[in-house]
């Protein structure tokens, strides 16, 4: 079996829309045939203070997944929190990750 191997992105937001990152899937090993991926995705946000923290955690990730939510925190001048739901496609050897609609 192939060692784990680790993908890092960082999210993007396009001026009105969501905000996405693509990581890489781990390659398959070759001719190995019937051979299937395990993925967890861990999203992890960092504070202003420099502190990281995970908001996100799913130990076997099956795509396509929705389910997840990240809390912004509050808007400025509001007291309302923003709370964005996440979710992950495979698009051929890739992950797309969105937070937001």
């Known amino acids: 079996m192939p060692?784990?191997?680790?993908?890092?992105?960082?999210?993007l937001q396009q001026p009105g829309g969501s905000i996405t990152t693509v990581l890489p899937l781990p390659a398959l090993p070759a001719g190995v045939a019937g051979f299937q991926r395990?993925?967890?995705?861990e999203v992890r946000q960092a504070a202003g203070d420099g502190r990281?923290?995970?908001?996100?955690?799913?130990?076997d990730l099956k795509l396509p997944w929705t389910g997840g939510q990240i809390d912004l925190g509050a808007?400025?001048?509001?007291?309302?929190?923003?709370?964005?739901p996440v979710r992950a496609v495979q698009e051929g050897d890739m992950v797309r990750l969105v937070v937001g609609n």
């Open 3 to 11: 060692p784990p191997e680790t993908s890092t992105g960082v999210f």
């Open 38 to 41: 395990k993925v967890s995705l």
């Open 52 to 59: 990281v923290r995970p908001v996100v955690g799913v130990p």
């Open 75 to 84: 808007s400025p001048g509001s007291t309302q929190r923003v709370v964005l």
